[in-house]
Each structure stands twice: as C-alpha cells, then as structure tokens.
C-alpha cells in the first residue's frame, strides 16, 4: 500500500522534476556558453590535400588543389588547441579501390580536437584521372652541336651511360620516341667534361612532360686536339718611339692574345718560335689613351686563320713616371725533377710605373721576370709572366707579351758502356 503510495506521488510530482531538471541545464549551458563561447570562423592555416589509397600500379595525372578552405565552429577553448596544435585538420581523398579512369572522388575532413562543427569547405569533391604506370628502357642519343674552333677536332664523345629509363603515365609513355642529351661544342679548344640533362621527346621532337627519366642527366667527355698544320701562337707587340714628354705609357693590351696559324707544310707551324709579331706600333708623341689596328708579320707559307689583323689598346696617362725595361729574361720556376723547360719568346719588356726617384735608382738586377711551372708535366703551356720586385710602390703596367709559350720536356740521361 505504501509503494502504490510512493508511486502515485512521484508520478504526480515528474512533471515539475522534469521541468527543474530543464531549468538546471539551461542554467548550465548558459553559464558554460558566456565562459566559452562558441566561434565561427574560417581556418587560419593553409590545409594540404593528402592523397591516400591510391594502388601503387596507377598514377594520377590529374591536377589537384593544394589547399582546401574550411569554416569550422567551435567553442573559443576548442580553437585555441585547433590553431596552437600541428595536424589538428586533414583533408583527404581516399584512392582505395579505384582503376585507371575518371572518378569523381569526396574530400573528407578529419578533426582531431573535439567538439567541432564543420560548416563548410572548399572544394568538397574533386575529379581524379588515374592511369596504368608504365616503363621502357630508351638508348641515348647524344646531339652534338656547333663545332670546335677552327683548327680544333673532337674525339668520339663518351657516355657515362648508354640508355635511361622512362617512367610515367602509359599514355605518355608510349609517345616518347627518343631520349636526348645535346652537347654544344661552342668553339671549344680544349677536352670537354661536361653533365648534360636528358629529355624525352616525342616523334616531333618536342619535349614530354610529366616523366621520371632515371638517370635524368649523363656525363659526357671529349678529348679535343689541335689538328697538324695548326698552331695557336702568341701575339708580340712591337712598340717604337716614346710618348710626349710629361707622359707615360700605362697599358699596352692585344686583342686576341692569340692568334691560330695554318700552313699546308705543318713544319712550318712547327719551327715558328711560339709568337707573332705585330708590325710596328708606333708611339711618339701620343698624349692619350688610342685603339689601332695591326696587321701580323707572317712568314712565307703561314697564314692567319680568321682576321689578318689584331686590336691594340694603348693606355697612357700623365706622369707619375713610367720605367720600360726591354730584354728582360724570362725564368721558370717550380719544374719538377727531371723536366726542362724553354720559354718563347725568352725575353720580354716590362713597364713599370711609380714614384720617379724609385725608378731613378731601380737596377735591372732588382727585377726579376718568372713563370711559375709548379706541378705541370712535359707538355705545351701559354702562361702569362709574373714579374717579381721589393717595391710595393712600383706597378707593373705591361708585359710585352703578357702571354709566353713554355715547351716542357723529360730530360734525357745517356747510359754509359762499359770499356772494353
């Protein structure tokens, strides 16, 4: 009797427990709502794409959006650790199960903090193109382009390897038709080593895009020589006269320092001394700065390849003071054990500027000229000359020429026989 009682009473009275219940939690969420109230915003940070599933047979060829835009909401605690925390948001599309073809395919959103609200993002669904990944190995063809200077010629160009491999959407893959390296020879006068990046091109010769071509460059090597009847020679200038008084000659320059011979009887190329000379270059009386042209002095059966003249530059100025030391010796240092060497031409003229009494005292014993061979094997070699003084005050202005032919050979011992 007294449960029915009970019963009766908590029946009677559920309507107002319900009602106090309601008050309470509107109570609670009022008072939890002004403490941290609910935001919404965009997503400060950029959100990559992230692509996952995908089967590792297919690639996609589709672009794709870097970023997708995302308002979220979310009450102002939740915020905080969305933006203070890494990798709270992901967008991602999920390749699992697709073929080759066109498909399209929804964006989703993953959060990590809770509770929060998508609003809304962009873009929400993407068209993918996913292709067959394909491969095919190509030989290499190398292009060679332009030419050695005149009187130069190339070896066989070396690889360091024969063939690449072509990776990429079976659709590309299938247009390309060759694999090329160009090597530009550009005039050169010495051996070539070079790394050249390879392109895939199609039957028009045009370039593909979106290949992985491994290696994607090769190394190329060429030995380039002087043929016979050539010779590169030095360019000797031969001033005369003086410049006006009260003036002195700071630079004489030649424009090519080297010139390339040719003669039919290649001893001809092969006795001349290592230069040529110019015809006279006359200086008296010059008072400025002035360009000339020269015509060389060849001997019979030798010729100049390219033009017959050569640029001289001539540089004067008002004295200080200028000091030409003509003949002075050449010397070469630093030659390995066993070498010798011969220098050509074996003198040379220095001009030498700075304070007049420190040239009015300077002996020639006090200058040296020198061609430092250190480390250099037998061979040919133009070196430009190197002059040597105590003088920090002095300048050198000019070495006529300024570049020397230096022979280097192997020294060669007689073996002595016994007496009989």
């Given at each position: 009797?007294?449960?029915?009682?009970?019963?009766?009473?908590?029946?009677?009275?559920?309507?107002?427990?319900?009602?106090?219940?309601?008050?309470?939690?509107?109570?609670?969420?009022?008072?939890?709502?002004?403490?941290?109230?609910?935001?919404?915003?965009?997503?400060?940070?950029?959100?990559?794409?992230?692509?996952?599933?995908?089967?590792?047979?297919?690639?996609?060829?589709?672009?794709l959006p870097d970023n997708v835009s995302l308002v979220l909401s979310a009450p102002k605690s939740i915020w905080?650790?969305?933006?203070?925390?890494?990798?709270?948001?992901?967008?991602?599309?999920?390749?699992?199960?697709?073929?080759?073809?066109?498909?399209?395919?929804?964006?989703?959103?993953?959060?990590?903090?809770?509770?929060?609200?998508?609003?809304?993002?962009?873009?929400?669904?993407?068209?993918?193109?996913?292709?067959?990944?394909?491969?095919?190995?190509?030989?290499?063809?190398?292009?060679?382009?332009?030419?050695?200077?005149?009187?130069?010629?190339?070896?066989?160009?070396?690889?360091?390897?024969?063939?690449?491999?072509?990776?990429?959407?079976?659709?590309?893959?299938?247009?390309?038709?060759?694999?090329?390296?160009?090597?530009?020879?550009?005039?050169?006068?010495?051996?070539?080593?070079?790394?050249?990046?390879?392109?895939?091109?199609?039957?028009?010769?045009?370039?593909?895009?979106?290949?992985?071509?491994?290696?994607?460059?090769?190394?190329?090597?060429?030995?380039?020589?002087?043929r016979g009847g050539y010779r590169n020679v030095v360019v000797k200038v031969m001033p005369v006269g003086?410049?006006?008084?009260?003036?002195?000659?700071?630079?004489?320059?030649?424009?090519?320092?080297?010139?390339?011979?040719?003669?039919?009887?290649?001893?001809?190329?092969?006795?001349?001394?290592?230069?040529?000379?110019?015809?006279?270059?006359?200086?008296?009386?010059?008072?400025?700065?002035?360009?000339?042209?020269?015509?060389?002095?060849?001997?019979?059966?030798?010729?100049?390849?390219?033009?017959?003249?050569?640029?001289?530059?001539?540089?004067?100025?008002?004295?200080?003071?200028?000091?030409?030391?003509?003949?002075?010796?050449?010397?070469?240092?630093?030659?390995?054990?066993?070498?010798?060497?011969?220098?050509?031409?074996?003198?040379?003229?220095?001009?030498?500027?700075?304070?007049?009494?420190?040239?009015?005292?300077?002996?020639?014993?006090?200058?040296?000229?020198?061609?430092?061979?250190?480390?250099?094997?037998?061979?040919?070699?133009?070196?430009?000359?190197?002059?040597?003084?105590?003088?920090?005050?002095?300048?050198?202005?000019?070495?006529?020429?300024?570049?020397?032919?230096?022979?280097?050979?192997?020294?060669?011992?007689?073996?002595?026989?016994?007496?009989?």
């Amino acid at each position: 009797m007294k449960l029915l009682q009970l019963v009766r009473a908590f029946v009677k009275n559920l309507p107002a427990m319900l009602l106090a219940l309601i008050l309470a939690m509107m109570v609670w969420i009022s008072a939890v709502t002004s403490s941290d109230p609910t935001q919404e915003q965009a997503f400060p940070r950029p959100i990559p794409l992230q692509v996952v599933g995908q089967d590792p047979a297919l690639i996609l060829v589709s672009d794709l959006p870097d970023n997708v835009s995302l308002v979220l909401s979310a009450p102002k605690s939740i915020w905080e650790r969305l933006i203070s925390e890494q990798n709270t948001v992901r967008a991602v599309i999920d390749l699992g199960g697709l073929s080759s073809g066109k498909h399209e395919v929804q964006i989703q959103i993953q959060v990590r903090v809770q509770p929060v609200k998508i609003v809304s993002y962009s873009p929400q669904t993407l068209t993918v193109v996913l292709e067959e990944l394909a491969a095919r190995t190509f030989p290499i063809h190398l292009v060679e382009r332009n030419e050695p200077a005149i009187g130069f010629e190339a070896s066989r160009p070396q690889l360091s390897q024969s063939t690449a491999l072509v990776s990429g959407p079976r659709s590309i893959v299938d247009r390309v038709k060759e694999v090329r390296a160009v090597l530009d020879y550009a005039s050169a006068t010495q051996d070539i080593k070079q790394t050249i990046p390879l392109l895939a091109l199609d039957a028009n010769g045009l370039r593909l895009e979106g290949l992985t071509i491994s290696p994607d460059q090769v190394s190329v090597s060429v030995r380039v020589s002087q043929r016979g009847g050539y010779r590169n020679v030095v360019v000797k200038v031969m001033p005369v006269g003086q410049v006006a008084s009260g003036y002195r000659l700071t630079n004489i320059s030649v424009f090519p320092p080297t010139v390339t011979v040719f003669s039919s009887d290649p001893k001809l190329v092969e006795n001349l001394p290592g230069y040529i000379e110019t015809s006279p270059l006359d200086l008296s009386g010059a008072k400025d700065d002035f360009d000339v042209n020269l015509a060389l002095n060849l001997p019979s059966g030798v010729q100049i390849v390219g033009e017959p003249t050569v640029t001289v530059q001539v540089g004067i100025a008002a004295i200080e003071s200028s000091l030409t030391l003509t003949n002075m010796s050449v010397q070469i240092i630093g030659l390995e054990p066993g070498l010798k060497a011969e220098v050509s031409p074996e003198r040379v003229d220095v001009v030498l500027s700075g304070p007049l009494p420190i040239l009015e005292r300077l002996a020639l014993s006090e200058v040296r000229v020198i061609v430092d061979m250190s480390g250099e094997r037998a061979g040919k070699y133009q070196r430009e000359p190197k002059v040597v003084y105590d003088y920090p005050d002095l300048r050198v202005e000019a070495i006529l020429p300024s570049t020397v032919e230096v022979t280097v050979t192997a020294i060669t011992r007689a073996t002595a026989l016994p007496a009989p």
